[in-house]
Every structure is written in structure tokens, then in C-alpha cells.
């Protein structure tokens, strides 16, 4: 698709993704709605998170040495990664030193991001994904459509012809007398990836938060297959953002209460895994953390862009969103779908395709996703900015433009400015010798500037400035 009309286009179009979209936001919606009114001080809640993610962003690279420094006392490995490039790179050289030619995943955004899966599997690496949503995606041959429930485009019938079709290519197959009643369809996962959690020697994970006064990482997560990936491997690989960073140990007091809420309607995660490099005896012994820049300081860099670097990953703003209900999360072109994506992603790959440029209009401005965002991300404003942006690295400048362009550096310096008036003089002066008619006015001037002189009359500049006649009478006192 070149842009996200298009994609969205084609979306509409299909009656069954509209109806499960409209089914699985309704339902969210809801729970979030519900978990959130128990809280007296919720609007409280969202201005420390805020104001804890504004703080960590404003010192990010401060903090970012704090963490190095504690994760590495602790037994771990910090590799830091320019772009995609770099950190796919050293990810894969970590899986062949440790012998294995497969690897188990907790859902990851930054993974999605960078590609990883494609990377690993053009080094003959197999990547499983672990989460029921993520596995159900990967078996479809799909790509993720929501932050939280990437198989939010898909119903029950569905995930079960999935299974049916696909799971013997990847391990052990569904049984044959498969149901889509939700507990079969979770059972048949839970039985294919067992084998996979007992084999696997490397484990690669995202992380929701790092904490740089301990150098800690925290996933948190509903179905266990995180614990399982973070504490069985020998080896374990975090890929992280750094904008997850948080300056202290106490800030998760207040993001684990609007995360859970935010996200799954809950008032706590059902696993909350938090892990400081390595402990001897117990879980891998070969911890590495590579921080992911891959954009992320030029956010940083833009003064009215950068608040989008507070995103948690809740998904709130899809699940209120009325065009992401319409159109599902393919249509952004993106691991980052919905209102946050239309904002978050311009800016990391930037606005160089018309796909990406078109990004910032996928929103009717409604306000919805500020109401719910528990890190108040003024997303609506941020759409205004980028479009404004969109709009002026596409716009041609006009003859106007350029001649105040021209005017504004020849003002800008005393000297350019007078050999200006000399040169104009010296053309004056010869307008008005009788070699030329002596000529008073201009009827007509060079293009660009001949559409302005058609109608007007300009007089011919004098052959003297008045910074000249100054100083040639001394200020005036000589006539």
C-alpha cells in the first residue's frame, strides 16, 4: 500500500476483521474502564508517571551509565545498538556463541522493530515465538495487529484452522479433534511449546522497564511463557529500548499500577518477572542486555516530539481509538499500530515514504487517546506538529520565499548589505545616463519579479545610497 488510505481502504472492506475489532476493543475498553474507576487518585497516578518518564528522558543518557554500570556489577553484559543493524548483528553472534540453532522469545516490541526473527533466520536460526497471541501470528504467517493481543484480527475459528494447518510444520501438532473453545485452543499451545521451553538453550526477551539504580530489567506479562523463557535457558538475550529506562527501585511502584490497569484491565499483572544479571545456581548464567537506540535519540532530539519516548506499551489509545477499531493495526505499516504508532513511528523511521508521511492523518483528533494514555502523551497535539512537518519538508518554495530568503542574508551582514547598495547604485546610475533614455521608472523587471512590476511602476534606484552620501559629507556637515 502507498499510504494509509490506502491500507485502511482495504481493511474496510473486510466485514469479519471489522467484527472481531469491534468485539475485542468493546471488550477491553470496558475491563480498562472498570479497573481504572476503583482508583480514587488515578489522574494522580498518570501525573507522577508522567513526571517519572519525563525525568528519566531528560537525563536518559545519565541514567543509561547508571545502569551499565549496575547491571554489569551484577554479572551481565551491556551492548549498545546504533540501529537494527548493529543489534540483530549482536544478537546473532550471542546465539552461535552459545551453540544453538534456535531460540525461544517473550512478545517483544523492539524484537518486531529491529526484525530480529528475519535476522535470525537468515543465519539458520529458528525463533519461537512463546506467547499465545505472538505464536498464533507467527503460525499465520501474519504480522502483529495490536500492542497488547497482536492476534486481535483473528476469532476462535480461526486460531483453531491456524493450528490444525500449521503447527505440525513447527513442532508438535494440534490434535486432530481441535475445538475452538478457548481452553483447547490454550491447551494445544501450552503442549507445543513445552517442548520448546525444555530444549532451548538461549532465550531472547524485550523488557517493560530498566531500572538503572539496580540495574534490574522487568517483563511482566499474563501467561507464564515469560518466566518459563527468563529462568530456564543457560543463556538469556534482552533486546531494550532505551527509553525504558527508570531512574530508581521506587519508580515501579507507580508504573506497575497504571500498566496493568492501562493494558488488560487488571489490577495486577498475573507475572511480574524482575531479574539483576546473573545469580549463581539459579537461571541463566549468561546474561546479555543490548540497549536500542535505533532512532530513539532523534525523538529524543525534538522538543515536541519527544514526549512520544514515554510510551509503556499499554495499548490503551488503540482500544479507544475509533479509526484503529475500523481498520485494525495492519493498515499503520508498522509494529506500532493505532494512535501511538501514527506519531511513534514517523519519527523513528522518518517521514522519507509516502506511507510514513501518511501516518500522521490517520486520526480524527478526537482526544480520546490523551484521556487514556496513563503517561499523558499528548498524542492529538503531536499529530498537528508532525503534519505541520510533513507539510513543510514537501513544500516548494515560492518566488516570495526565496527573494526573503536572499533579503535575510544579505541584512544579515553590514558588508554584504553594502556592496549590495553599490551595485545597485552603479545599475542606477546607468539607468538614468542618456545612454539609456534616462529613465526614471522600471516598466518591467526580470523574472521572477516581472509578474509585480507589470502592475506597478518602480523608480530606478538612485546612483547614491544614503549610507554613501553620509559618508561622503561626513554626516551631513559638508552641504
Known sequence: MKDFPSAAQVALDNPVLRRNMAHATTTIRAKRARAVAELDNWEQLRLAAEAIKDAALHRL?????????????AGARVHWARDAEEANRIVVELVRAAGATEVVKVKSMATQEIELNEALAAAGIDAWETDLAELIVQLGDDWPSHILV????????????????????????APADLTDDPGRLAEAARLHLREKFLRARVAVSGANFAVADTGSLVVVESEGNGRMCLTLPETLISVVGIEKVLPSWRDLEVMLQVLPRSSTGERENPYTSVWTGVSPGDGPQDVHIVLLDNGRTDVLADPDGRSALRCIRCSACLNVCPVYERV????YGSVYPGPIGAVLTPQLRGTTTEFDRSLPYASSLCGACFDVCPVRIDIPSMLVHLRTRVVDEQRRPTAEQVAMTVAGWMFGDHRRLEAAEKAVGVAGKALRSSAFGKKSTLQALPWPATAWSRTRDAPVPPAESFRAWWERTDGGTRE
Open 61 to 73: 543518557d545519565e541514567h543509561l551509565e547508571t545502569f551499565e554500570v549496575n547491571a554489569t556489577a
Open 150 to 173: 497482536p492476534a486481535i484480527h483473528r476469532n476462535r475459528a480461526e486460531v483453531r484452522d491456524i493450528f490444525l494447518r500449521e503447527m505440525a510444520r513447527a513442532g508438535r501438532p
Open 328 to 331: 485494525g493495526g495492519h493498515a
